[in-house]
């Protein structure tokens, strides 16, 4: 089955616009998670989605936002870029589900978005 | 606050030898653990996961994983390895107590670089 898909693979940005991504999850995922990977500052998670509602947020400020529609598939949007964005924004997702089985989900990640700001 | 080391930056390893990638992690309740593997230019793949029971955890390629609870670890190793294992290794951790039920927020390491030479 096909993995998850990210688009666009690479974008170039200049400070003050703002930008959107997009992930499309596994089939029948209904989870999807945002992180941002720095060489600096590793992977950070950034937040999650699971049935149209954000689940966990992680500590990036107000302009980092994200939406998940009805068929699972999420955007995030970053306004008022700056340069210290400028990183891979990789989307996993897993099965999620209404009850919790701590860590059986395992998350399956796409290639991810790299986003460069000039 | 919870969080996750990987001590060394790089490891070095020629082809055939056994490698360890070290991991040691910090979470109050009770821990789940990840190891992920990235390609240049990838997401992150799986590897293997930790949740209860057996403290050997066997996993993708022959990598292999010890939890160890006195130590707070979870190293990474294989009997014999392969130039086609040189990459980047991330440990992550979750926390059902922490992190209510949210699966997808992961706190990962920073990496290890894993080179094996022919």
């Known amino acids: 089955k096909a993995g998850v898909t990210q688009t666009p693979r690479y974008l170039i940005k200049t400070r003050g616009q703002q930008v959107t991504l997009s992930c499309s999850p596994i089939s029948g995922h209904r989870s999807v998670s945002w992180y941002q990977q720095t060489p600096g500052q590793g992977l950070q998670f950034l937040f999650e989605y699971f049935s149209e509602t954000q689940r966990n947020k992680g500590n990036f400020p107000g302009r980092f936002s994200g939406r998940q529609f009805s068929n699972s598939r999420s955007e995030m949007n970053v306004s008022t870029l700056e340069l210290g964005d400028s990183a891979l924004y990789l989307c996993a997702s897993s099965l999620g589900g209404g009850q919790f089985l701590p860590g059986a989900n395992v998350l399956t990640f796409g290639a991810g978005s790299r986003l460069t700001v000039l | 606050a919870q969080s996750v080391a990987q001590p060394e930056d790089q490891v070095n390893v020629a082809e055939g030898n056994p490698l360890t990638v070290k991991c040691t992690y910090s979470v109050s309740g009770n821990p789940y653990l990840f190891w992920y593997v990235q390609y240049p230019n990838r997401g992150l793949q799986f590897l293997l996961k930790?949740?209860?029971?057996?403290?050997l955890v066997k996993g993708s390629y022959g990598f292999e994983a010890e939890f160890n609870k006195s130590q707070t670890s979870f190293h990474l190793k294989k009997p014999s390895a392969l130039v086609s294992d040189s990459a980047l290794y991330f440990c992550?951790?979750?926390?059902?107590?922490?992190?209510?039920?949210?699966?997808?927020?992961?706190?990962f390491g920073k990496g290890t670089k894993l080179s094996v030479k022919p």
């Open positions: 992550a951790v979750g926390s059902v107590e922490e992190y209510g039920g949210s699966q997808g927020n992961l706190i």
């Open positions: 930790y949740i209860t029971g057996d403290n």
